[in-house]
C-alpha cells in the first residue's frame, strides 16, 4: 500500500527521486538523481579504484539507484561484493514508479532483481556482482568488514546528525581498507571536522550540478 511517508518526484534530469516526509527530505538532489549518483558515487568512488576485487559498504540503499549505477559502470572482470544498510526500506509500490531502467535504456529486470533481493541474504544478481541488503540502523552496525569505498549516503546533517559523529565516521574509518576512499555528497565544514577527527584525510571535490563541492575521505 502507498503511505504518506513517501512520494515519487521527477528531478531536473528526468531521472526519479523519492521525498520522505518523515524527515522531509528528497532521497537525491533535486537537480538530477542519476546525474548526482554518477557524479558523487561512480565518478568519485568507484572509478577511483583500479582493482578487480572491489568491496563496497553502502550507506543508505533508499531506491536502489546506487546500486544499479555501479553495476552499469563498473569493468567486466571488476568482481564487485556491494553490502548496503537501510533503516527503512521502501516498498514495491514506491519502487515501481521510478523510471530508472526506462531513462539508462535499460530492461526493468535488473532493477528489479536488486529491488526484490532478499533482506539478509547475500546474492549474485549480475555477472561478477554480489549483492547483500541489509535492513539495520546504522547506529546499531558493526562489522568486522573491509571495504575498498564506502558510499555514505544517509539524509543531511541538517535531518539526521547523529550519523555524521565522529564516532560514526570511526566506525567508517575501521570498516575501509588502507589508501581506500569514503565519498560522500555533503561538503559541510562539520563532516570535514568529524571524517579528519576519525582519522581521515579530507579533500573537497567539485560538486555535480547544483551543488559547489563534495567530499573525499582518505584512509592514509
Ligand atoms: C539520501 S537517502 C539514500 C538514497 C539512496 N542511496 C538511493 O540511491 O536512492 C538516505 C537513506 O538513508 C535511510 N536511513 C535513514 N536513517 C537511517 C539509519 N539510521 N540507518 C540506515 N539507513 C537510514 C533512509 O531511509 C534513506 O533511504
Known sequence: MITDKYKVIETSDGSSSV???????????????????????????????????IKILEIGFGTGLNCLLTILNKEESQNVIYHTLEKFPLNNEHISLLNYS??????????????NAEWGIGCDIADKFHLKKINIDLLEFNSEELYDIIYFDAFSTNT??????????????????TNRILTTYSAKGDVKRALRNAGFEVFRIKGPIGKRHILRALKR
Do not use: R, Y
Open 19 to 53: 521525498f520522505d516526509s518523515q524527515f522531509g527530505e528528497n532521497f537525491h538532489s533535486t537537480h538530477g538523481a542519476i546525474a548526482e549518483s554518477m557524479h558523487v558515487f561512480i565518478q568519485n568512488g568507484l572509478k577511483l579504484i583500479n582493482s578487480n576485487e
Open 160 to 177: 539526521q546528525p547523529e550519523l555524521w559523529t565522529n564516532e560514526i565516521f570511526a566506525k567508517m574509518f575501521f570498516n575501509l581498507k
Open 102 to 115: 526506462k531513462l539508462l535504456n535499460i530492461t526493468s529486470e535488473l532493477f528489479q532483481k536488486i529491488s
